[in-house]
């Protein structure tokens, strides 16, 4: 069984989503025999490298909401991750562009290491607060995902190294219709969207396996009543929450 994930760096529900499938997979009985497979996805192609703006300010100002409905927007999401023992530190985050995180994730797919730097890239921006657009920043963390750090440096410093690699994956998003993120496709035909339950992945897993041969070419296995829990350029599970 494989399963695909489109996701970025800086989606506080990829990470969330990520967490969620992987408690379902510790508890799914052909994990063995499971392999997931990271895509790329940006949320924000055209988003500066940080500038120095909280990312209560970025929301506040992206969705005509007051900072302090920002901050309560943020702090529901990250009760969220808290749920999956995830520490999300809003307060310290730096956003910015996602291009070369993805270029590196690209280049560490090569050496077998691509999960490994996923899971310290999300870490790295959502609970150490460092900025994953900056380039020794990114080095240090291909580093210690068991990297070449100078190898990693060339890499994101060359602008067009995997830059095809992370274009592909957003031109096969395109195709699917996929318009926010997480994003989850099993064996190319079931879809789940959003960051779902672990009941739902875990029910998902074994639909998927027990009926994949009859199953239709592609079929939504999304809970109800789950659409503010993936994020899209223009919202992320807040929109709503600012009256």
């Not at 690699?165 to 496709?185: L, N, T």
């Not at 041969?213 to 223009?234: H, K, N, R, V, Y």
Request: aromatic residues 10%; contains cysteine; hydrophobic residues 35%.
């Amino acid at each position: 069984m494989k399963i695909q994930v489109w996701s970025d760096f800086v989606c506080p529900f990829c990470y969330i989503g990520k967490r969620r499938l992987e408690q379902a997979l510790a508890q799914f009985p052909h994990k063995d025999q499971v392999e997931v497979e990271f895509k790329s996805f940006e949320l924000d192609p055209n988003s500066p490298k940080y500038d120095g703006k909280s990312i209560h300010e970025i929301l506040a100002g992206k969705y005509g909401m007051s900072i302090e409905q920002a901050k309560q927007a943020n702090e529901g999401v990250g009760q969220q991750a808290a749920s999956v023992g995830l520490d999300f530190r809003f307060d310290e985050m730096k956003h910015g562009n996602t291009f070369d995180a993805h270029r590196l994730a690209k280049f560490a797919k090569e050496s077998g290491k691509e999960a490994v730097l996923t899971e310290k890239l999300l870490h790295a921006y959502f609970t150490e607060s460092k900025n994953i657009g900056d380039e020794e920043v990114l080095a240090e963390i291909a580093e210690s995902a068991g990297l070449d750090r100078d190898q990693a440096l060339k890499i994101v410093q060359d602008k067009n190294a995997f830059a095809n690699d992370v274009r592909i994956d957003e031109a096969i998003a395109q195709q699917y219709g996929i318009k926010g993120v997480p994003y989850f496709i099993i064996n190319n035909k079931y879809a789940i969207s959003g960051a779902q339950a672990p009941e739902t992945f875990a029910g998902a897993l074994q639909k998927v396996w027990e009926e994949e041969s009859d199953a239709p070419a592609f079929q939504d296995l999304s809970a109800e009543g789950m659409e503010d829990a993936s994020c899209t350029d223009e919202s992320c599970g807040i929109q709503d929450k600012k009256e």
